[in-house]
């Protein structure tokens, strides 16, 4: 049995939707306070998901004039710096972390941003044959149980040993932001659908017509959380797109291969148990804010 070792998080993004501040800050690296006071860029947040859950390796797919920047965050503490802290230990430590993870970073470059599939494609002979787990660069995750949401991932893929897919519950006013889903329930396991249909950002008439899920409310869909556990036959189906021109626009996008792969072989999605924040967006960086604040800080 494969376990994921290797996760790929793409970064080559403009960040046009959190103009004009992306002028002049990375949104990856964009700060969150957690409860307990420390201040982290989201990038830093969701390689220590990654870590949490299990993962070895990390592959960032940078545009290139990125790279300078990402290297130098995540580097060790230079002597001068690490006596600006005095007697503040707990500063200190958490000033050592980007130091501790850039043991486990591959940097990859994405030339152009040429949707998140290419990103993906990018990273083919880094991951080569191994499953992989795919991260939104820009996504945050709460679990809402002890295990953190991609952990909670990799152990069904553990189990499944197929691709498997993180979702959410979400109303029919939100889907035309996500990927959408529809599937059988599996018997014996609450929350594990067998996917049949994937479609990026549907309009309502087309979900209700085709992405109903048995014993849904009303209205209610699943959609993308925003972590995949993929197996290598992904890589193939996203290369048979880019060698066939299927873009979109001009973007080679995952959600068209993932839709390839459900139609191939047994492909899962895992509703999560916790929530998901799309800081790239205003509204979601501003939810992600007070969600990792916690209730007791914001007042």
Known sequence: MKRIRKAVIPLAGHGIRMMPATRAVRKALFPIVDARGRVSPVLQLIIEEAVNAGI??????????????????????????????????????AAEIPGELSERLTIITQDRPRGFGDAILRAESWIGDDPVLVMLGDHLYLSGEDRCCARQLLDAFAELQAPVSGVIRKSVDAIKHFGTVSGLPVPR???????????????????????????????????????????????????????????????????????????????????????????????????????????????
């Open 56 to 93: 070895e390796e990390i592959g960032l797919v940078i545009a290139p004039e990125d790279e300078a920047l990402i290297r130098a965050y995540f580097s060790r503490l230079p002597g001068p710096l690490k006596s600006a802290f005095g007697n503040r230990a707990d500063l200190l430590a």
């Open 189 to 299: 396991w609450n929350g594990l659908y067998e996917l049949d249909t994937v479609v990026e950002k549907p309009e309502p008439d087309l979900a209700r017509k085709r992405l109903r899920v048995e014993g849904m409310p009303a209205d209610t869909y699943l959609c993308w959380f925003g972590l995949h556990a993929m197996t290598p036959e992904l890589m193939a189906c996203l290369a048979r797109m880019d060698r066939d021109g299927a873009t979109e626009e001009g973007e080679l996008q995952l959600t068209g291969a993932q839709a390839t792969l459900a139609s191939q072989r047994a492909y899962f999605a895992l509703e999560i148990n916790g929530d998901h924040f799309d800081t790239g967006s205003p509204d979601g960086y501003v939810e992600a804010v007070a969600a990792f604040a916690g209730p007791a800080r914001i007042r």
